[in-house]
């Protein structure tokens, strides 16, 4: 099954406040990423959180963990057209020391003007 | 400065063909990853080299596939015999390779298509 679960899609109205959710099975996990991807680009990293963190703020970014649940959210204040994208979850393990990410299927963000 | 690049950055073969996928990855970076994104799926790991270690083959889906990296700069994905299902956008990712927060910067992708 997913190791790291989010909703497929969000629409929010422009102005609004945009959360996207993630949960993450992995309680070692030592830090979470959010990525943005734009049509036809390739990920850009938006924000982390290290996992003694519970919040995190980044201008119009909000990230919250709640470890003990594992879940972790991306609020977006005063979505604009331009953040239309899939957002990806991820989470950084220690494989033998290598650290690839697992990442999430992705939530696409529609923004109505 | 220059980030991660990947060429081509489109690529349809046929059925039973051989591809090579090429990754520069940003200088002083000794990290580098391969992820697979397949039409709506996630980004799933396939292979991962640090520095001058064997790389962590583990998440590459058949003997078909294969990467080396030369000169701890430059990578070569290559797919053998391709299937259809073989079709997604494959991204290639670098960092510096360090321990705690080490931030992976991703290419543009190839979108392969096998017909």
């Known amino acids: 099954g997913e190791d790291v679960e989010q909703s497929l899609f969000l629409s929010v109205r422009e102005g609004d406040s945009s959360v996207i959710n993630c949960t993450y099975t992995d309680s070692s996990s030592t830090y979470l990423y959010w990525y943005k991807q734009e049509p036809g680009a390739g990920l850009q990293l938006l924000t982390y959180i290290f996992s003694n963190m519970d919040m995190k703020q980044d201008q119009r970014l909000t990230v919250l963990l709640n470890k003990k649940d594992k879940h972790l959210s991306l609020r977006i204040a005063d979505t604009q057209t331009g953040d239309s994208a899939i957002y990806f979850c991820a989470e950084s393990r220690k494989f033998s020391g290598n650290t690839p990410l697992v990442f999430g299927k992705g939530t696409r963000l529609s923004v109505i003007a | 400065g220059a980030g991660v690049s990947q060429s081509p950055s489109n690529k349809v073969t046929e059925k039973g063909k051989d591809v090579e996928l090429r990754c520069d990855p940003i200088?002083?970076?000794?990290?580098l990853y391969w992820y697979r994104q397949s039409l709506g799926q996630g980004l799933e790991f396939l292979i991962y080299f640090q520095g001058n270690s064997a790389p962590d083959k583990s998440g590459l889906p058949s003997d078909r596939f294969s990467a080396e990296r030369t000169g701890g700069s430059v990578s070569t994905l290559t797919i053998q015999r391709t299937q259809q299902e073989d079709s997604a956008v494959y991204l290639c990712?670098?960092?510096f390779g360090t321990g705690g927060l080490d931030t992976q910067y991703f290419g543009p992708g190839t979108r392969l298509t096998v017909l």
């Open positions: 990712a670098s960092s």
């Open positions: 200088s002083g970076h000794t990290a």
